[in-house]
């Protein structure tokens, strides 16, 4: 955005990216939350179940980058998975200090569930699929651009 582009009052709240990316982000989880309720997962330990599905096992260290999640926050979420029987945390027998996260045939069972939460949320929002597509490539690319 140009000097020029900017609004006459710079600091107005509508007009605010940040806001309106909160709000969006704050709906969005909010329709997801009845979807997962009853697969007993809340929208954090779902996106690991998401990228455990599509690319288990994976280390500690590669879901933290996969979800950009610090291996702090993402800990308890796999504690909570683990203590419902989705997951197990395992040594890696290649690197002993390393965790290896895998399915367990709970969690991969609980996918066919999980298929019909998209198309789901699709028909929730009312929005061309196409539209959620150029949607998330510009999301994408204000977080590429965001990273230090």
Known sequence: ??????????????????????????????????????????????????????????????????????????????KRLEESGLVRRERDPSDERALAVRLTPRGRALRQDAEQIPAAVVATLGIEVAELQRLHGMLTRVIAAARP
């Open 1 to 78: 955005m140009t000097s020029d582009a900017l609004p006459a009052n710079p600091l107005a709240l509508e007009d605010q990216v940040c806001f309106a990316l909160s709000v969006a982000s704050r709906s969005v989880v909010a329709i997801y939350r009845p979807l997962l309720e009853p697969l007993g997962l809340t929208h954090p330990q779902y996106l690991v179940m998401l990228a455990l599905w599509e690319h288990q096992p994976l280390s500690v260290r590669e879901l933290s980058r996969l979800l950009q999640l610090e291996p702090a926050t993402l800990s308890p979420l796999l």
